[in-house]
């Protein structure tokens, strides 16, 4: 072999260094995004103190229980804690996840224990079609438009994000209530 016929090898040997550096950014976009979806907890504070998640003694916060899988949850004061305990949840991957499409952004409700599945039928939950052994009921959160990282359009997509987390509460939180009274009543 003496010559290079593939022309996407010859572009690569051109351009090799400056592909490095671009490709480095992908570090970067991920902390970015990361921050980003912290930075929501501002918002899902102010939504609980306006009234709009409804109901008294619901608390939000950032759980970061599992350090590469930290979420956004709201849940009521007097529903099970731990692991076990359901809440609604948005979350994300602090090592792969960028900005949509290219990063893992769920939101649902979130459990390990059996005992909290029973509401979750699919019927009960079309809006959040996928369940695992964590998430009785969950959904990946769609990207948002091309160029949603241009001037002033984060705030549209913080104003989306923020929209998906409040739907989730009030289309799942009557179900955990469900499980949760089930649970208590058994």
Not at 161 to 178: C, E, G, Q, R, Y
Request: one cysteine or more.
């Amino acid at each position: 072999m003496n010559r290079i016929e593939d022309e996407r090898i010859k572009f690569y040997l051109q351009h090799e260094e400056r592909i490095r550096e671009w490709a480095s950014l992908e570090t970067e976009v991920i902390k970015l995004a990361d921050r980003f979806y912290r930075s929501l907890k501002g918002d899902l504070d102010a939504a609980v103190r306006s009234g709009k998640i409804g109901g008294d003694g619901v608390d939000s916060f950032l759980d970061e229980t599992w350090p590469h899988w930290p979420g956004l949850v709201l849940r009521r004061q007097d529903w099970p804690q731990g692991d076990e305990g359901p809440h609604v949840r948005l979350q994300w991957h602090t090592k792969t996840s960028c900005f949509p499409p290219h990063g893992e952004l769920i939101c649902g409700v979130m459990s390990s224990s059996k005992k909290h599945r029973q509401p979750f039928t699919k019927e009960a939950r079309p809006a959040y079609p996928l369940q695992n052994s964590w998430w009785p009921a969950y959904k990946n959160v769609e990207p948002p438009e091309d160029g949603f990282w241009e001037g002033d359009n984060l705030k549209e997509y913080r104003n989306h994000l923020v929209a998906t987390i409040l739907k989730a509460w009030k289309d799942l939180s009557p179900l955990v209530d469900k499980a949760v009274g089930h649970q208590l009543g058994s």
